[in-house]
């Protein structure tokens, strides 16, 4: 059994990154503000080293 596994398993409330995108993205009320909400995720994802963006241990 994984790591994500055992965690999910302990903690089933608890979402993934993708999980928290989409739900972000899905909040959105328009064209443009899904736009800027998907850029937003795109740049966040730039200052953060790969293996943190793998974990999701990053805040948004």
């Not at 993708?18 to 959105?28: G, I, M, P, V």
């Not at 998907?38 to 943190?52: K, N, T, W, Y």
């Amino acid at each position: 059994m994984s790591v994500v596994e055992i965690l999910k398993a302990l903690l089933p409330d608890l979402e993934s990154q993708q999980e928290r995108d989409e739900h972000y993205l899905a909040e959105s009320e328009d064209d443009a503000d899904l736009e800027r909400r998907l850029h937003e995720i795109e740049e966040r994802g730039r200052d953060v080293p790969a293996q943190a963006i793998a974990l999701g241990l990053y805040e948004r």
